[in-house]
Each structure stands twice: as C-alpha cells, then as structure tokens.
C-alpha cells in the first residue's frame, strides 16, 4: 500500500517536489524556532573536546603494540611503509609515541573518551527531546547506557572503515606487483571504497533517528532523513575536500588551522544531522504541523489552504445548506472546524448562534467528555474540518496560541450567552 502511494508520488514529480520542498520549508521553520543551531554548536564543541581522549588512546594503542610486540610492530611498519617511505619507527620515536606514558595515559584517554561520548550523547538527546516531543521521559539507565557506548562504537566504526581502506590499497598493490590486470577489479573497488563508508553512515543515522526518538518517527520517515543527510553530506564533502585542503595548505594557520577545520566541519555536520532529524518528524508529524499553523492564524489562511489542500483533503468534510452536523445528546466523536461557509446553532427554546469561517465548534462536548448539548447545521454550503480526537489532542498540545484562542472562544460564546437574570453575588 504505502510503495503503491510512493510511486504514485513519483508518477507525478511535480507534486513530489513541491511536497518536499514544502516540508523542507516547514523542517526550516522549526529549526530555527528550535534554536537547533546551539545544539548543533553544543555537539560540534564536544566533539572536539572528544579528539584529545582519542589522541591519547591511539597513543596509548600505539605505545602498547610497538613496544610489547617489536614483530607486529615490524609488519604494521613494512604495511605502512609501502604507502609512504617516511613511516618508519623512527618517525614514530621522533613523535615521542612509542616513549608515550603508557598505560596513565591509556586509561585517562579511555575515560575521558566515556565522558566526551556521554556529553555529545546528551546534547543529541536534549535535541532530540525538542524536535520529538513526547510525554513520556526515557529511561535514565538506557539514556546513560546508550551515550557511554556510542563514541566507543563510532571510534570502532571509522577504524573498520580505515582497515577496509588500507586492505584495499594492499590489495591493489599486491595485484599491480603481480601483473594482473586492474581494469575491472580497479572501479569496483573504488566503487566499493565510495559505497561502504556511505552505506555505514547511512545505516548509522538511521538507527539513530528511528530509535534514539523517545516518540519513534517510524520506519519510511527515518529512512527518508537519513537519505536527505547522505546525499547533502556527500556532496558537501566533496565540495569541503577542495575548500579545506586550501586552508590546511596555507602554513600560516599551522595546527591551529586544522583544529578549526575539525571545528567547522563537525558544526556543519551537526546542523545537517538536526536538521535531517527535524525533517524525519516534519514528514511524521505533517498533518499535525500543517493544522498547526491553519490554527495560528487569526482569520483563514486561503493560500495556506490551497498550499496544503492533500493533507487538508483527507479531513475536509462538505456539508449542504441545512445539513446536520451535530445532533444534539450525540457523542463527541470530533472536533470542527469551518474552512469555507457558515453554520447555524440552535437550541431547543429556539433560540440560535452563528459559527462563521475559521471557527470551531464542536470542542465543549470533548473537552468537557459528554454528549453535544446543542444541534449544529449547515446555514449555507460549508467546507469543515472534521478532527478526531487523538488529532486534535495532538495539534492542541504543540499549540499553546491555539489553547489561549479557543479559551478566548469559549468565554465569547459564554458571555454572548450569558443570561444574567438573577445577579451575581
Ligand atoms: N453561542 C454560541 N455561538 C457559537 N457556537 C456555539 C455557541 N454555543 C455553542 N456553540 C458551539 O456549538 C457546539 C455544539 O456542540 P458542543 O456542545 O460540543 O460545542 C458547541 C460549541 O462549539
């Protein structure tokens, strides 16, 4: 059902394009009220804070291994070398790695590494809470659990990726020595060389935004954030390779320089990260948003309308002069709203109100959890929104404006009403 609707949407690009850049517009919107730019910021900072643990564990790796085993440490340098003559042990002496303070600083990286993980970890989790609202808070041994873990897991990650890398150039190497012929084996292996890490990456931001959300996105809309995040970050890398190598080739920023390049380019990958995430629940959440902003504006927003008539279709409901809406003694099953017309209240004296265009009616019975008191019908041919309930507590629990004005509705209808016959103490 839900592929037959994706290739209808495909069959008419159109409309495809113009729901997605819609989306893409409303994604923008929230993530600039979200203020997700200092979130983005907030992870970017910790993760720099993460690479000097990270330095400290490769020390310490390299320490461990180069001194406790001089005939791996012998292997690593022969592999090493045939990418570049100048890794020698004596480079790595130069550095001071392999007289490194050993197993102090092995440990100290370790924890440190915890702590930055724990703290990047808990900046997406903060973000995450505002763009994924939820009423239920996550469960604090998970929380710490899942953020201890996910630095570790990434670190691993990246390594296996740099291991398929270097295989692949061994590999290559191996098979150039041996006269054997690389014109078909070479594009595969850059192909798949371009495939893997994106691939990783992909499943990676998946995962993250279809589950770390405590109110889960669901599958097609975790799937279609994290394709948006590898397509820009793909193309953006490319573009950055360029610009970066400029700015590390210039000597004058020295190691400073590369340390801002980390800080840029995390920051970048940040901002797109949140903003992915935010699209994953734009696309999860579209009707309720798009009712959101219909009932933000004072007086009906017929551009709005008309911009977002499929969503508003499936709740529009027409209705004939002198049809009955609301019966009155009936079950509140929903709540209205009118989009085009007008409507007529009567009671039993005879006695009658009219409901104009960009008003609801209908919310006493629900909120108040009883049958309608009063019958409601269609004064002239009207278009009305017909919400359920769990859609309507969901648009009125994002809208605070949206509570405030059907509190100002009902005092109206209250006072318009009122009937002071005897006075108030
Ligand atoms: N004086 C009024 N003017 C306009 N609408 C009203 C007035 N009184 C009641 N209503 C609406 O008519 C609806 C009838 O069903 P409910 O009682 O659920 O909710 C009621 C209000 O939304």
């Known amino acids: 059902m839900r592929f037959r609707r994706f290739f209808k949407e495909l069959s008419n690009p159109e409309k495809y ?23 983005a910021a907030a992870c970017a900072y910790y993760m720099l804070l993460s690479l000097i643990p990270l330095v400290l564990l490769l020390l310490y790796i390299f320490d461990t291994f ?15 070398s045939m990418f570049n003559e100048k890794i020698t042990p004596e480079m790595f002496e130069k550095f001071g790695i392999s007289k490194a303070a050993g197993s102090a600083i092995g440990i100290f990286g370790i924890f440190n590494l915890l702590f930055s993980s724990r703290l990047i970890l808990g900046s ?12 239920k808070k996550r469960n604090f041994l998970l929380e710490n659990a899942i953020s201890l873990g996910i630095l570790p897991a990434a670190f691993i990650l990246v ?31 850059n192909a798949a060389a371009l495939i893997l890490p994106a691939s990783t990456g992909f499943v990676i931001v998946y995962f993250i935004y279809r589950y ?6 669901g599958t097609g809309n975790a799937l279609k954030g994290a394709l948006l995040f590898m397509v820009i970050f793909a193309g953006s890398r490319s573009v950055a390779v360029v610009v970066f190598k400029h700015i590390a080739g210039n000597t004058a920023y020295g190691l400073l320089g590369s340390l801002i390049i980390v800080l840029i380019w995390s920051y970048f990958v940040f901002l797109l990260f949140l903003f992915c995430a935010q699209y994953v629940f734009v696309n999860f959440r579209s009707d309720i948003l798009i009712l959101n902003r219909l009932f933000s504006d004072d007086d009906i927003n ?5 911009m977002n008539k499929k969503v508003l279709e499936k709740y529009t409901q027409t209705f004939e002069a002198d049809e009955v809406i609301i019966e009155s003694g009936s ?16 009671d039993p004296d005879g006695g009658s109100a009219y409901i104009k265009t960009g008003e609801m009616f209908g919310e006493v019975a629900h909120l108040m959890c009883e049958p309608h008191r009063l019958t409601v019908k269609a004064a002239e041919r ?27 509705l009902l005092c109206r209808r209250l006072r318009d009403s009122q009937d002071l016959k005897e006075p108030v103490v």
């Open 159 to 189: 390594l296996l990726i740099g291991v398929f890398n270097s295989t692949k150039d061994i590999i290559y190497k191996y098979l150039e020595l041996n006269n054997i012929n690389l014109e078909i084996i070479q594009p595969l292996f």
């Open 124 to 135: 997406i989790q903060r973000a995450f809470s505002i763009i994924f609202p939820a009423e």
């Open 212 to 217: 770390l959300p405590v109110r889960k996105p």
């Open 66 to 80: 180069l001194n406790r085993y001089p005939a791996f440490s012998d292997d690593i340098f022969t592999v090493l």
């Open 331 to 346: 079950g509140a099953d929903n709540v209205y709203y009118v989009i085009s017309g007008g409507l007529e209240v009567l």
């Open 17 to 39: 394009f113009l729901d997605f850049f819609q989306k893409i517009s409303l994604a923008y919107n929230f993530f600039n009220r979200n203020e997700l730019r200092n979130h």
């Open 302 to 306: 017929t551009r709005f309308v008309q």
């Open 382 to 408: 009207s278009e009305v929104l017909v919400l359920d309930r769990e859609v309507f507590d969901n648009v009125l629990r994002g809208n605070a404006d949206l509570a405030k004005r059907i509190m100002e």
